[in-house]
């Protein structure tokens, strides 16, 4: 990565993050980043000016170093970490001001899903239910285990589940809300190749009418599910384009 970094540099083709156009309509599900940063004090900026506009159905994959800001994007988004500057829209309606309807719309897996091992898996898609509000729990249960090929395991306790199993229920509680936004970090680390490829092809049916944000490192992910990539460096958004543009940037000087 740092060696793509560096040939960028050598050439100045890096364009500006692209403004948020005032005139234009919100499309459904569309967000808006608007001049973005944070920073626990104010010389300390960790992220810088992140603007960049998301469209439904679009695969985003966010790519850097470690320390390129990749987590502190997502802990923002997600409303772990409150902005120090700028504005998030969804559907053009400021995300902080919108409070718990903004939530309603987002599901989330983390790196590493921390699960009760003594629950079932029922029971704890139960229990994300709950949390998150669904009024028809046991349609959308059903309709979660199915898609990620785990309802013939719902009443095994989730200690017993292997690694890409307990991975593809992280996705089944993340969908239980039907959000517009689906926001995944590291979501392939730890998988054996199969695994890998089952999970990538989820991510790509998961796309339609909705964002996929992915934060990850392994090229292989961006090659197959990511459409559009973010390139953050140092809390900068360096370069937004499709994979295509990127390797069309850096043509000729990679070896």
């Known amino acids: 990565v740092e060696r793509i970094f560096e040939l960028l540099d050598e050439k100045e083709i890096l364009p500006d993050p692209p403004e948020a156009s005032e005139g234009a ?27 960049f506009t998301a469209e439904p159905g679009q695969k985003i994959a966010i790519v850097g170093s470690t320390g ?16 120090s500057g700028g504005v998030i829209h969804l559907d053009g309606e400021n995300t902080v001001q919108m409070g718990g309807r903004y939530f309603d719309q987002i599901g989330y897996m983390p790196q590493y899903p921390q699960f009760y091992a003594n629950f079932t898996v029922q029971e704890f898609l139960d229990y994300m239910c709950q949390v998150k509000g669904v009024a028809n729990a046991k349609e959308s249960i059903d309709a979660a285990l199915v898609f990620v090929n785990l309802e013939e395991n719902r009443s095994k306790r989730i200690g017993a589940l292997s690694g890409g199993m307990r991975q593809r229920l992280g996705i089944a509680q993340a969908i239980l809300n039907d959000p517009k936004l689906l926001v995944l970090d590291e979501p392939t680390a730890g998988l054996d190749p199969g695994e890998r490829i089952r999970f990538r092809n989820l991510i790509s049916r998961l796309a339609k009418g909705r964002i996929i944000l992915l934060a990850t490192h392994i090229v292989s992910d961006v090659e197959y599910i990511a459409k559009e990539i973010l390139l953050l460096r140092r809390g900068t958004l360096v370069m937004q384009g499709t994979p295509r543009e990127l390797e069309q940037s850096i043509q000729g000087k990679v070896w």
Not at 30 to 40: H, I, L, S
Not at 68 to 83: D, Q, S
Request: without cysteine; neutral net charge.
């Open 68 to 83: 390129a800001g990749k987590t502190t994007l997502i802990n923002i988004l997600i409303g772990i970490l409150p902005a």
């Open 25 to 51: 309509g919100p499309a459904e599900g569309r967000v808006e980043f608007r001049n973005v940063r944070f920073g626990y004090a104010p010389d300390q900026l960790l992220m810088q000016d992140i603007s």
